[in-house]
DNA sequence: GGGGGTTCCTGTACGC
DNA sequence: TGCGTACAGGAACCCC
């Protein structure tokens, strides 16, 4: 499952390889993956065909690919199972194959860029770039809150903000437009991290725990991104199709009935928000 | 308008 | 062996 760090992994490995190419063909296989894209399979090719891809991008879960010469870019959600592959420009189709981008890089010579998507929750679209105070987003972005590691990041606006829901601490950490780029994995271990129960009401939390709860996104965040992401299965991969290496690390997600790692006590896994919850019944008492 | 529940989707695991 | 069902979850959407 594609959160911050997997796409953060798919965007460093797509920046040398496509930036300063020319976008010389789009396949779409499946229009699933461009309901991004209201305007249909035919308007996204020809708003890309020609074009020269500018550099590679991201907020939070979003990555885009800002085009020269005007104000669009095109814009990629991985979803739960995306995948944006780099492959020879005569490779044979991917399972679940969705659209086949090929393009002609000055040095690298041609290449497909791939999206590849099981479960179809992702998909690509071609979209405006707006300004959004200091940086240049998509219109699709706009709504995203800022990630944790972006540096433009405002502590003081996010511990204001978790201060005012009253809803349960973890639904808040996965609300993209408070805080973006934390998904279900990483808010279980970020909560296990700071020992806090993940139905814990924000708006009880005092800001000592808060500030906490922060500092344990950023670390597990960047612990993960160092490890190249958290791979179960063949969902989530690099470019190059590899699996990352953080599903060793895990303290809390996936792990129930397995003993926690301070304390011994067996994690439990209990049902939210139409997920799994994982945590330390012990070291996370409910307040 | 905040809050919380539902829905979309498909491969895999598991029980009978 | 084969079939049916539960499960995984990001984000938009809907209803109260």
Request: charged share 25%.
């Amino acid at each position: 499952m594609p959160e911050l760090p997997e796409v953060e992994v798919v965007r460093a490995g797509l920046a040398p390889a496509v930036t300063g190419s020319t976008i010389t063909g789009v396949s779409v296989f499946d229009e699933r993956a461009l309901t991004r894209h209201g305007a249909g399979a035919a308007d996204f090719v020809a708003r890309l065909e020609g074009r020269t891809i500018a550099s590679a991008s991201r907020r939070g879960k979003f990555l885009w690919l800002p085009l020269a010469t005007d104000d669009s870019a095109l814009i990629a959600h991985l979803g739960m199972s995306g995948q944006m592959l780099l492959r020879a420009p005569d490779a044979v189709s991917e399972r679940h194959e969705r659209i086949r981008i090929h393009v002609d890089h000055p040095v690298h010579a041609e290449l497909a860029v791939v999206f590849a998507d099981q479960r179809t929750f992702g998909s690509l679209a071609v979209d405006r770039l707006v300004r959004d105070g200091a940086t240049i987003v998509p219109t699709q972005v706009l709504h995203i809150a800022r990630d944790p590691i972006d540096p433009f990041f405002d502590d003081l606006v996010f511990r204001a903000a978790v201060g005012k829901k009253k809803s349960a601490i973890k639904r808040v950490l996965l609300d993209q437009t408070i805080v973006s780029g934390i998904g279900n994995i990483y808010a279980d271990e970020a909560l296990w991290a700071a020992r806090i129960h993940p139905e814990t009401p924000a708006d009880g939390l005092p800001t000592q725990a808060v500030r906490r709860i922060l500092a344990e996104v950023r670390s597990v965040l960047a612990k993960a991104l160092a490890e190249g992401g958290t791979s179960f299965d063949a969902q989530y991969v690099n470019v190059n199709g590899q699996a990352g290496y953080f599903a060793h690390s895990l303290n809390a997600y996936g792990q129930q009935g397995k003993p926690c790692p301070r304390c011994g006590t067996p994690i439990v896994r209990e049902s939210f928000m139409n997920r799994g919850s994982h945590f330390c019944p012990k070291c996370q008492r409910r307040r």
